[in-house]
């Protein structure tokens, strides 16, 4: 399924890629990535190769651009989903899936603290590029200030949610258990 959703996505973003020069075009299809990262996670997974910031930023960006697709959906329903609600039903439904599966990464892996952290800078990076270089995906451009702030806002939510799922964190909740007190 992921394989598929990366291949429509980037055939989805193909034209807004090839608009942008070449250092930019990497910030384009953020939902594709992320999806992409999941596959890169599970092949290490399978092949017991260490994961490093691979699963925190698979975890992170998996949240933050499936909600962030169905926010946007949301916001721009004639835009979007009175256009063909079938098709993009079937999208919102592959969107939701990216954020469920992101909890399947903490199945096999705990994130140092520093991972997060970096996947914080990674998409923080990818805000400013698309809020203020124009490599957001192209919507209608009204709700925008409401838009990006959203983006800037879940990006430290999704970020902290992923902190619930390191190292330290279990270190500290196994401690509160052994003494409440």
Avoid at 97 to 120: C, G, K, P
């Amino acid at each position: 399924m992921n394989i598929a959703g990366v291949i429509a996505g980037f055939d989805f973003y193909y034209p807004q890629m090839i608009s942008q020069p070449l250092w930019k075009m990497l910030f384009v299809p953020d939902c594709p990535l992320a999806a992409l990262l999941f596959c890169i996670f599970l092949v290490f997974v399978l092949t017991k190769r260490r994961k490093g910031a691979l699963g925190a930023l698979a975890f992170t960006s998996l949240i933050k651009y499936g909600f962030w697709t169905i926010f946007i959906f949301s916001v721009y329903p004639a835009e979007y989903i009175y256009w063909d609600p079938p098709y993009y039903l079937a999208v919102t439904a592959f969107h939701l899936l990216m954020m469920v599966e992101a909890y399947v990464i903490i199945h096999f892996q705990r994130f140092d603290t520093n991972d997060v952290l970096l996947s914080l800078a990674v998409l923080l990076a990818n805000d400013v590029m698309d809020y203020y270089f124009g490599t957001v995906p192209l919507f209608p451009i009204e709700h925008m200030e409401m838009v990006r702030a959203v983006s800037f806002i879940s990006t430290f939510l999704v970020c902290a949610e992923a902190l619930r799922f390191t190292k330290d964190a279990e270190l500290l909740s196994a401690r509160s258990r052994q003494n409440p007190l």
